[in-house]
């Protein structure tokens, strides 16, 4: 069983609450019957943090940092501390829409977490239409049908937590047997199974489409050729798996807030694909194009939490 030590951190600006619970990753959750302490799997390694103020946390993890400067840079990488809340919305923003402000200045310390690729994508494709509680449920069943167990002694007790599964794995999963991890979904089953399978095979290149310099149509164009996968997943992908950060998208309850708060666009008109694009148009006018998803899912957590009073965790 591995052990692993504490390592204290200042994580400035960050609600780590709100950034894990907003609907962007499924795989962190309370632990000890505590609202202060959540336990989150990060590739093959389990992380545990523990908030000692707003600030300071102490993070253990059975990740091996040979240094602390290591352990910070990870930090900031994966939580995105690089960017700067002061920065993510335009200056005047607060003065043309000063009751969203009011609104959404609580959380504004949600970061976008720098997830892997194939998971997001997989998370995404499993996601589509479900609340996030039966989401989060899924995927981690997901992952202890085909990923690999791992235990670590936690309070000197055995602890079980599973990695997510590998492109391969996915791509020999059985579909009847799959389909229990997609709400009995069939075709969605049959549907993550073939975008493993390109996965695997490098036709579908996750690393290559993470490039910065490459248009966002492209990388939508690459990844909407999977079937299931349409402009909605596609950018969720892009913004929480490949770090996208100027991809905006577009649910049902962005397309409420829009509407409601911005003047933009009709909640009752479908989302057809015509439309879609031209509600993320118009969302960039009032964004900053380069950062509109980081800025546009601060949105989306504060009208499920304000709006609609719902819960993400």
Known sequence: MKRFPNKYTNLHGLDIENTVFSGQCFRWENIYNSFTAIAGIIGSDIFIIDRKNSVEYTISSTKNFQNIKLFDDFNRNYFSLDIDANNLFPQDFRKRYPEVWKLILPYTGIKILRQDPFETLITFMCAQGLGMHLIRKQVSYLAQEYGTKHTVSLNDEPYDYFSF??????????PGSLRLCTNNNCIRADNIIKAAQTVASGKLDLKALKDP?????NVRKALCGQPGIGFKIADCVMLFGLHRFDAFPIDRHVHQYLAHWFSIGNPLQSLSQKHYLSLQEQ???????ELAG?????LFHCWRKEIKNLQSS
């Open 283 to 289: 969302a960039y006018r009032i964004l900053k194009p």
């Open 213 to 217: 310099d490459m248009p966002l149509e």
């Open 165 to 174: 599964p590998t492109p391969e794995t996915l791509a020999s999963a059985d």
């Open 294 to 298: 980081f800025a546009g899912h601060i």
